[in-house]
């Protein structure tokens, strides 16, 4: 796709020198936690990107993979803020009863982490070869993923003693043996979420240029004849889709130092769908497209939610419309745009088959 | 060839990155070294009160499934606004307030109380309605040292020296409501909840208060907030055939509840509902079907007090205002006015020097409920228990009443039925 490597590179590295050093020195305090807010969510939506936009699956349940990292560093944190007491919460709800028998190893920091990684890659394995060899895809593939976004939120909010429920998991006080109030810590765990981020921007710009980016296209355009040449698409649609959810792991488990609190309701159908959001206004198949539209999607629900409570869904929704109708390629597309239509006459580019494919999801 | 060196450059740029971000780990506070955090975490407050104003947060939830009962409190906390700014504000600066969205979002509302608290520089914050909202708002006060003020009737167990409780606890509340039912003989109870921490940890202490009154629990059901259907847990009930339903249900939840009882053909005659959640603005929206059954709440709009008459006449009058008055409604006017106590008590903004005025002197306001005094210690206010009947104009006929104002006791340590190893764990827990 891109012919030119240091284009994209150099912009990842623009975009790195704005994260890491530009933000942290000219916003406050609090919009710099909000950012690394939205690059929790970025990070998960460079996944998206990976898997709808370059793969064609379109995933509406990454909220399921975003709840494993989450939880499973909720847990961690919990147990830490708690030491060697069984965790507040569960006090309240069945006084004299012991920690559940999965907590117990969440205690151990290097076990959460190693969940953090292996918990998606293992579920989304066995989910995605499952689905991919039965050629399960289009429509069956993404209502699947969003019932078990929606069964995984159900069944957070029903056991309450176990996972904190409705309520979620809060009130965290360290993080690795950081203290999570001190504004030092809080700028450490800002820098880790925005490294993180461009870390999976660096993956993805890997994959996009590799042979294994040109058969994931291949793939998503014409499934058949990836085929018919030998490769099998399902392997292929496999590593973009456990790749996504390790991802949206990542995401998930730097959500819980940043914001301090995670519930079934950040994870759930709104939440998921509201991932895929981003990711279409920004440009599912472009490399920057999706971590802008995440952050994009982000801001706008922090303060143009503030100054709007009512209005601001009517917004989000009015621009997804407009996006989709005039810019299938995201708004991150408009410059590309801009540039063919000022200079004169150039070399129509041979029509992209995503244009068909595109119409068709649409349509469907 | 040039593909690996140039895969060998974007790793060692990643790997610069992470380093970077690992360098500077190293100067922020441990676990274990508090002194540091403590002096580090105390960020200086940014609140400014050199001009003729003073910034308050509200915080409620406009949008969303609990919009219906907190679009009343912000409501009622404007009108509170505007009576002391009509008199003159506090200590003679006119409050300006900042209205916050919390969209029934628990991560939301924490966001919102540090925007409040930081961008805002608001000096306190009025605001939340369920329990999972002022727990996911407490710790941003605590971090941040600013001030709550919750006016919903909770499960108690908590305290902060952020939040100030102008709802009822427990033992104001639920207590009351136990005391009732063993007073009328009823021997079964059946447990309905919504699921989550409030109707959960309170059904914890109806069930240690009962075992004491001799009261047998025969069944516990609980559904999801957001979910309305009760038809096959009320088919439980009805085949318990309890005495009395003890009903912890919140928020639209409750109109499938009461739907499904008539359904079954349950009736106040026989198995009557008392309720601590369903007040004059809820009645109304269930129809004739809840008449004749129970709530316990402090304030009723039928109480006969001398302040509560100008203030349902205030409210009638009061711009998108619903018409009737009801408990947390008025645990939010009291919170207003409570602030404005404290602050001329203490003769200032500063969070420290209200918590201190608070303990130094006994705090009163003349509420429309009576004349209630904060507890400086624990933070929260003595109210009087009611228990009302719900009549065919869906006002509450007082059929129990406390025979005096009941001192706040969160953590029930008055009660001997309630175990001092969960208190401790409980306390230990918060701390």
């Not at chain 1, 159900?154 to 176990?162: K, M, N, Y």
């Not at chain 2, 060839?1 to 790997?15: E, P, W």
């Not at chain 2, 108690?156 to 104001?172: C, D, H, R, V, W």
């Not at chain 2, 106590?341 to 420290?352: H, I, K, P, Q």
């Amino acid at each position: 796709m891109t012919k030119k490597p240091w284009i994209s590179l150099s912009g990842i590295g623009l975009f790195a020198v704005l994260l890491l050093t530009v933000a942290p020195l000219v916003l406050s305090d609090h919009w710099l936690n909000n950012l690394g807010k939205y690059c929790c969510w970025a990070i998960a939506a460079v996944g998206i990107g990976l898997a709808w936009g370059r793969g064609g699956m379109l995933v509406m349940g990454q909220g399921v993979f975003f709840a494993l990292g989450a939880y499973a560093m909720a847990m961690h944190l919990t147990l830490e803020t708690a030491g060697d007491r069984v965790p507040g919460f569960m006090v309240l709800y069945d006084p004299l009863a012991p920690l559940p028998m999965f907590w117990e190893p969440f205690r151990s920091a290097g076990f959460t982490l190693a969940a953090i990684v292996l918990l998606p890659v293992v579920v989304a394995g066995i989910l995605g070869y499952a689905l991919f060899k039965r050629r399960v895809k289009g429509a069956y593939f993404a209502i699947l993923t969003q019932a078990l976004a929606v069964a995984l939120a159900t069944l957070i909010s029903s056991t309450i003693r176990e996972t904190g429920g409705d309520t979620g998991l809060s009130d965290f006080k360290y993080f690795f043996g950081f203290v999570l109030n001190d504004p030092a810590n809080r700028l450490m765990v800002y820098l880790i979420v925005a490294a993180l981020l461009i870390v999976c921007l660096l993956v993805v710009w890997q994959f996009y240029r590799s042979r294994f980016g040109e058969l994931l296209i291949a793939t998503r355009d014409a499934e058949e004849r990836v085929r018919f040449l030998g490769y099998d698409p399902a392997n292929v649609k496999l590593v973009a889709f456990v790749v996504s959810a390790l991802m949206a792991s990542i995401g998930g488990a730097m959500f819980v130092p940043i914001v301090g609190i995670i519930t079934p309701a950040e994870i759930g159908a709104a939440a998921s769908i509201l991932m895929i959001a981003g990711v279409a206004l920004g440009g599912r198949a472009s490399l920057f497209g999706p971590a802008l539209g995440a952050i994009a999607v982000g801001w706008g629900q922090s303060s143009l939610g503030s100054t709007w409570p009512d209005g601001w869904t009517y917004i989000l929704g009015l621009l997804f419309i407009v996006v989709i109708l005039f810019l299938p390629n995201g708004l991150s597309s408009l410059p590309a745009r801009f540039m063919r239509r000022a200079r004169p006459k150039p070399p129509e580019p041979p029509a992209p088959a995503i244009a068909a494919v595109e119409l068709e999801e649409v349509r469907s | 060839m040039s593909n690996t060196s140039k895969r060998m450059r974007a790793l060692t740029a990643t790997g610069a990155i992470v380093t970077v971000a690992l360098v500077l780990a190293g100067c922020g506070a441990r676990a274990g070294d508090d002194a540091a955090a403590a002096g580090s975490s105390a960020a200086a407050s940014c609140v400014d009160t050199s001009g003729d104003t003073v910034k308050l947060g509200f915080l409620n939830s406009l949008t969303g499934g609990m919009a219906i009962s907190e679009k009343t409190v912000s409501n009622v906390l404007h009108m509170a606004a505007d009576e002391i700014n009509a008199d003159g504000g506090i200590l003679g600066k006119k409050i300006e307030y900042v209205q916050e969205d919390g969209a029934t979002d628990w991560p939301t509302f924490a966001e919102k109380t540090e925007k409040l608290l930081t961008q805002d520089c608001v000096a306190a914050i009025f605001g939340g309605w369920t329990s999972s909202s002022r727990k996911a708002v407490k710790p941003v006060v605590e971090k941040l040292n600013g001030l709550f003020f919750y006016p919903v009737q909770y499960e108690g167990l908590e305290s902060s020296p952020n939040i100030y409780y102008t709802g009822a606890t427990t033992n104001q509340q639920i207590i009351p409501a136990m005391d009732f039912l063993a007073a009328k003989g009823v021997k079964t109870l059946f447990l309905a909840g919504s699921d989550y921490v409030f109707p959960r940890t309170a059904n914890a202490i109806i069930k240690l208060y009962a075992a004491k009154l001799g009261i047998k629990i025969v069944g516990e059901e609980y559904v999801p907030l957001d979910k309305d259907d009760w038809t096959s847990q009320v088919a439980k009930i009805a085949a318990a055939k309890p005495d009395f339903i003890f009903n912890t249900i919140n928020g639209s939840s409750n109109v499938g509840f009461i739907k499904a009882y008539y359904d079954a053909g349950l009736t106040p005659a026989k198995t009557p509902i008392i309720s601590v959640s369903i007040a004059e603005e809820e009645a109304p929206a269930m129809g004739h079907e809840v008449t004749g059954n129970f709530a316990s709440w402090n304030y009723f709009q039928s109480l006969e007090t001398d302040t509560n008459p100008e203030f349902i006449k205030s409210w009638k009058a009061y711009p998108n205002s619903s018409g009737v008055t009801s408990d947390p409604m008025e645990a939010a006017y009291i919170s207003m006015y409570l602030y404005k106590a404290l602050v001329e008590a203490a003769g200032s903004f500063d969070v420290d020097a209200v918590n201190a005025a608070a303990k130094a002197k006994p705090i009163t306001f003349d509420a429309p409920e009576g004349k209630v005094t904060l507890d400086g210690e624990n933070h929260h206010i003595s109210k009087p228990g009611h228990i009302g009947r719900i009549n065919a104009d869906n006002q509450f006929d007082i059929v129990w009443a406390s025979d005096k104002f009941i001192e706040p006791d969160p953590y029930l340590e008055g009660y001997d039925w309630f175990p001092a190893d969960i208190r401790k764990q409980l306390t230990d827990a918060a701390g």
